[in-house]
């Protein structure tokens, strides 16, 4: 394993409620991403982290924030949660090397009423 | 084992055969590649990556292939085996700090006895 974990596992909330999801990781890396995955789309990349502090858009960022205080810690807030946003959601992290491979948690699934 | 086709989504194969997964990726100037393997409930697991300046790696029962010119990866599993049965992903990126990964579509593979 690579040392990844996701809370929570499994969540449903309402339509404009906000909601933090929390990626944990107990491997010192420096990368840590928010990804996530639809039917029909495979993976998109929403936010990643270069360092504590230090983060950045990706592909599908809208309507998301994240925020990393520690190294071991990257949280994505939906502010106000959509239907549009029902999805899995993968954390990753990785190394310094640039040729190391991404790592993922095993998700969260979270589906918005 | 049999090819498929571009962006075929599903592949079934007799355990005991080969099993051939193809994917176009989409950025001239990717540099670095990697193949995933996803099980139902599961994150997405590591299976080999290749950089640009190679044609050609081989691991354990598994090889990837990449042809530059046509912007194509393959992924060939030897000896296929029941526990082979997932959704396979090719992931590419520009190595330039972190890694944004751009995701095909998937493929899932079967395993017939």
């Known amino acids: 394993d690579a040392g990844i974990t996701q809370s929570p596992r499994h969540k449903v909330t309402e339509t404009g409620t906000p909601v933090t999801l929390r990626c944990h990781q107990t491997?010192?890396?420096?990368?840590m991403y928010w990804y996530r995955q639809d039917p029909g789309h495979g993976l998109r990349l929403i936010h990643y982290?270069?360092?504590?502090?230090?983060?950045d858009k990706g592909e599908v960022s809208d309507g998301y924030s994240v925020s990393r205080s520690k190294t071991e810690d990257f949280l994505l807030t939906l502010e106000s949660a959509t239907s549009s946003q029902t999805s899995v959601y993968f954390c990753?992290?990785?190394?310094?090397?640039?040729?190391?491979?991404?790592?993922f948690g095993d998700g969260t699934r979270l589906s918005i009423l | 084992g049999e090819s498929v086709g571009l962006h075929l989504p599903t592949l079934s194969v007799q355990e005991g055969d080969n099993s051939i997964i193809n994917c176009a990726y989409s950025?001239?100037?990717?540099?670095?590649f990697i193949w995933y393997k996803q099980e139902s409930g599961k994150g997405p697991q590591f299976i080999i990556d290749?950089?640009?300046?190679?044609d050609k790696r081989q691991g354990q029962r598994v090889t990837v292939l990449l042809n530059k010119t046509v912007k194509h990866l393959s992924l060939q599993i030897a000896a296929t085996q029941p526990g082979d049965s997932a959704v396979y992903f090719c992931?590419?990126?520009?190595?330039?700090?972190?890694?944004?990964?751009?995701f095909g579509q998937g493929t899932r593979l079967t395993i017939n006895p």
């Open positions: 992931a590419e990126t520009v190595l330039q700090g972190a890694q944004k990964l751009v």
């Open positions: 290749i950089r640009s300046n190679m």
């Open positions: 990753a992290i990785s190394g310094q090397g640039g040729n190391q491979p991404q790592h």
């Open positions: 491997e010192n890396h420096r990368y």
């Open positions: 982290s270069y360092g504590v502090k230090d983060t």
């Open positions: 950025n001239s100037a990717s540099d670095y």
